[in-house]
């Protein structure tokens, strides 16, 4: 029986709705949470990225190439990194609650989250209750980024097209459409670059994400997000300064053992 209850615990996040803040109970999620945690004082944070896997990527010590351009597109922006892997809507909810975002005040901030709730399935009962659900649940996000940094401007990304099953790109299209009504074009802003990556009915163009899993992007499609990302920035910070003062990037805990 104990062996069910440490069981069910682990997959509790993936149930609840993405607007009530779900912790992850795997202890590397734990242990990345704990180092995003010590991150928000390493250093000046005016462009604070986060999201799931797919942001988080961009700026992890295990993906160098990755990393590497990371640095070439935002070095002078003091940007930094707070995505982690797998997340749901409801679980960076939780980490923002829990720290993440405490004392940061940040400028500006990049939230890009969303696919994970998504998934590569069509919803069985529907999408029109899985397209309210992530909606509220990163109307829920922005609610919490602007108490936490209510001088931040948000950047609101689309959640991007995925193939891995095509089916759920009008699930995505849904949400980003409720998602754009939530830009007042001030505070918030919201960004689709989805007609960059993929045709107009979400089938990605050769080469924007890798060929494995349809769904992470490659070196080509990350640079397509911040082509659409530094103009914007220029905007609202001003050309990157020579010298950059944020904290160290981090990576998956996993990947020093």
Sequence with gaps: MRLLLLTFAAVVPLWAQADQPAPRFDRNSQLAHEQLLAKTKGGRIDVYF?????????GATDYPQLLENWKKNFFGWNAADFGWGADRVQNILWRLENGELDGVNPKVIVLLAGTNNVGNRVPADGMDAAVEDVTKGLSAVVRVMQSKAPGAVIILMAIFPRNDNLQVMPEIDRIN?????MADGRKVRYLNINGQLAESGGKLHEGMMNASDQLHPTLAGYQVWADALKPVLTELLGPPAKEDHAPAPTGDPSARR
């Design 50 to 58: 986060e999201g799931d896997s797919i942001v988080r990527r961009w």
């Design 177 to 181: 459409a409720n998602l754009a009504q």
